[in-house]
């Protein structure tokens, strides 16, 4: 049967039946009729030109692999469901043997055969047993490797970025009918390839001893051409990171500062997320410190959070990386620009979502949310009688010991002279500000959970520059004004929160950033946690 299948495909299979059919009985035409009609349907169903295997599974076939088996039981549901489709015919043998689909399988899961279930062709219930331990199997890794190895509630991390839902029987129903690509199965972010391909890099170093740096005694920094002994081990270490090619003509000594070596340290400054001054100081060698083991187990927890994600982010979004102190601007899938930002300090973090930015505000008011009011301003008012006054602000309600304060626009304005609006539950906006010397920090992170902008007008103008009535001068006219404006975008644009300390950049440069929130941290513990196997996660990702 397989081989009149493979050399003619299920349309001459199954007019085969037909001319058979002739030669039968009414009752014998008439099974054969129905099971020609069951073969056509499933094929057409699941968009294959060959006929499922003959073999089906009994009754209580899953019953009882399931009370021999009860690690599969959360799974019961989406493998009864997954038979039902085709019938309970087997999908992953054909006749006796396994089909190379299922090899394949085998062989991306690690499955062993030491572990499996031994089937033995005289024995029906062994094949069934098999049959369904691979299909179990398949729900258990697919779902790790779709939707994630953190199983819970992502709300736990801090994370209220919905996570993306993806139908695995309906992929296995593919897999089933020899339509689906195994090469390709894993998420299919653009951003997990690459790390993946870092992380192969890295893990070559894992077993590399990699003992700490530190400056000279007495020295607080090394400048570009200065010598220190250290710089030898500095250039290796760099060498191995492939930030650093030794140039064949080069003449300085190993412990001199060249150009070649300072070029070298602004490359590994740029990627992570530091000055480019080439200043070897503290914050260069406690970034030169980080062991490859620890780098693994970065990408890997990235790699983790981009399987939440969609396949690719939507178009004209705003991009907030939180991680990276930085807002990147897309049109359509291009970015646009992007600017350095000052995100929320860690007892008053940012949060990571989504939402649809909505309007712009010219000369915004600020209305102060009553945590600061509480506990920041009440001290201040009782302290000085005229706070109030000389910051512009004004009581509209509330009461004596909580009163509403808003403070009127100018420059005073902690909103500065814009603000971004996208409505979301936890009262977070894009916006200005007066303190303009935040943004030449390396380490941004210093507001109440908003998000302040370094060129908060050249936002505005890119996002009403389809507005005729908003030219750029009218907008710079209105950012001056001691009147509030809100101006309503004719089309909202997404944006997104998101926090993500790996990635790599369109150069092809692995790009690492700390981990200012602590998030990383929380989702390694669960990924990493002592009662998982070893090689279980390495292998997965």
């Known amino acids: 049967m397989r081989r009149l299948c493979d050399a003619l495909g299920s349309r001459l299979f199954i007019a085969s039946l037909a001319v058979f059919a002739a030669c039968a009985t009414p009752s014998q035409r008439a099974e054969r009729a129905e099971r020609a009609a069951r073969a056509a349907e499933i094929a057409q169903a699941f968009e294959t030109a060959e006929p499922y295997s003959p073999r089906h599974l009994d009754t209580m076939a899953l019953a009882t692999f399931l009370a021999a088996h009860p690690t599969y039981r959360p799974d019961s549901s989406a493998i009864a469901a997954f038979y039902a489709r085709r019938g309970q015919q087997f999908a992953w043998f054909i006749g006796d043997s396994l089909t190379t689909h299922a090899d394949a399988f085998r062989s991306l899961a690690g499955l062993s055969d030491s572990i499996e279930p031994r089937p033995d062709a005289r024995c029906d219930s062994c094949l069934a047993t098999k049959e369904l331990y691979l299909t179990a199997e398949f729900f258990r890794f697919a779902a790790r490797d779709y939707g994630g190895h953190f199983s819970r509630d992502l709300r736990e991390l801090e994370w209220f970025i919905p996570r993306t839902k ?3 029987g309906r992929l296995l129903d593919s897999l089933a009918s020899r339509t689906a690509d195994l090469s390709a199965f894993e998420p299919l972010h653009p951003q997990y390839q690459k790390l993946r391909a870092a992380l192969t890099s890295l893990r070559v170093l894992e077993g590399t001893p990699w003992p700490a740096l530190a400056l000279p005694a007495g020295r607080r920094r090394i400048q570009p051409g200065d010598s220190a002994e250290i710089l030898t081990a500095i250039r290796a270490r760099l060498s191995l990171l492939g930030d650093h090619v030794a140039e064949p003509s080069a003449t300085s000594p190993p412990t001199q500062y060249d150009s070649a070596l300072v070029a070298s340290v602004q490359r590994f400054q740029a990627r992570h997320g530091l000055t480019t001054d080439g200043i070897i100081g503290t914050g260069v060698l406690r970034a030169l410190n980080i062991a490859p083991a620890t780098q693994v187990r970065t990408l890997l927890t990235n790699m ?34 992007s600017m350095p930002i000052v995100v929320g300090a860690e007892a008053t973090k940012t949060v990571i979502f989504t939402a649809s930015l909505s309007s712009v505000v010219l000369s915004p008011t600020w209305t102060v949310p009553l945590s600061i009011v509480r506990n920041e301003m009440l001290p201040k008012m009782r302290r000085d009688a005229g706070y109030l006054r000389r910051n512009q602000m004004e009581i509209i309600g509330g009461t004596a010991s909580l009163p509403v304060i808003r403070q009127r626009p100018g420059a005073h304005n902690a909103l500065g002279r814009v603000k971004f609006v996208f409505p979301n539950g936890f009262g977070i906006f894009m916006h200005d500000t007066p303190s303009k010397g935040l943004f030449a920090r390396e380490q941004r992170a210093f507001s109440h959970g908003c998000i302040r902008l370094s060129q908060p007008q050249a936002l505005a103008e890119f996002l009403l520059r389809d507005a005729a009535a908003w030219p750029s001068e009218k907008i710079a006219e209105g950012m001056m004004s001691e009147r509030e404006t809100s101006i309503r975008l004719a089309t909202p644009r997404p944006v997104w929160i998101v926090y993500f300390t790996a990635w790599v950049d369109d150069a092809g440069v692995l790009q690492l950033r700390d981990d200012v929130y602590g998030h990383d941290a929380r989702l390694a513990e669960e990924l990493f946690r002592e009662e998982m196997p070893p090689s279980e996660l390495p292998a997965r990702l």
């Open 166 to 168: 993806r139908d695995i």
């Open 304 to 337: 983790e959070r981009l399987r939440w994600l969609p396949e690719s982010q939507p178009a004209n979004a705003l991009v907030v990386n939180i991680p990276d102190f930085r807002l990147h601007v897309y049109e359509g899938a291009r970015e646009a620009m």
